[in-house]
């Protein structure tokens, strides 16, 4: 399985900034996913990040809300921004295995706006 | 419009019993069929998973059974420990181009093993 790891692990922001969240993994991976998992809820994509090309965004979530970066194979962002309280959640990023055939997550980043 | 429906809710089971949680899918395009066990400020963790060709599929006290014509999966953990205790996520997904896509998941059900 892939090693992921993100940053920050947590933070508490204030209403009306913006948070970038990082997200890096062991290996090469052609796909990379990022949910939100609101508090005692399920998990939600916001949007797939294919390097090198616009990411896909599910229905409800927008690019001026999370832009996302994908430089490299090993590597994406997803900032949060303009946040508001509603924002509180987990946010978290996954990944396809090397044979494409399981998906993995990272520890994901708590997220609390005040 | 709901996906993937996981029932029950929450579940409470003795230790060394068998815990059962149920899901139901809609769309019959769906190939993959995952569990993720999550622990309290912890990611999900894949546990298991199932793909339509197969009707059950068992690693160690896990298992998967899946019945394509009812569109209903379901896991069995065996002999039930208090490490169990967690909250148990199914998905669903079209699998496309080398991917296992994107993931639809159920509510989750949170498992509390007694002792």
């Known amino acids: 399985s892939a090693v992921i790891s993100q940053k920050p692990s947590r933070d508490i922001c204030q209403r009306g900034t913006s948070l970038t969240i990082q997200c890096q993994v062991d290996?090469?991976?052609?796909?990379m996913f990022w949910y939100r998992q609101q508090p005692g809820q399920s998990l939600t994509l916001i949007a797939t990040?294919?390097?090198?090309?616009?990411?896909?965004?599910e229905s409800g979530f927008v690019i001026d809300k999370f832009p996302i970066s994908r430089p490299n194979l090993t590597f994406s962002t997803l900032t949060v921004s303009n946040m508001s309280p509603e924002d509180s959640s987990i946010y978290l990023c996954?990944?396809?295995?090397?044979?494409?055939?399981?998906?993995?997550f990272g520890p994901g980043t708590r997220l609390t706006v005040l | 419009q709901q996906q993937v429906k996981q029932s029950p809710q929450s579940l409470i089971v003795q230790k060394g019993g068998i815990s059962i949680i149920n899901c139901a899918y809609e769309?019959?395009?769906?190939?993959?069929f995952p569990w993720y066990q999550q622990f309290p400020g912890k990611g999900p963790a894949l546990l298991i998973a199932?793909?339509?060709?197969?009707s059950e599929k068992k690693e160690g006290r896990f298992t998967i059974s899946f019945n394509k014509s009812a569109k209903q999966f379901s896991l069995h953990i065996m002999d039930s420990q208090p490490g169990d205790s967690a909250t148990y996520f199914c998905?669903?997904?079209?699998?496309?181009?080398?991917?296992?896509?994107?993931?639809?998941f159920g509510k989750g059900t949170k498992l509390s093993v007694k002792p």
């Open positions: 996954s990944v396809d295995s090397y044979l494409g055939n399981e998906q993995f």
């Open positions: 290996s090469q991976v052609t796909m």
């Open positions: 990040a294919n390097q090198g090309s616009e990411a896909t965004y």
């Open positions: 769309n019959t395009a769906f190939d993959y």
């Open positions: 199932i793909r339509p060709d197969v």
């Open positions: 998905a669903a997904s079209k699998s496309y181009g080398g991917s296992q896509g994107n993931l639809i």
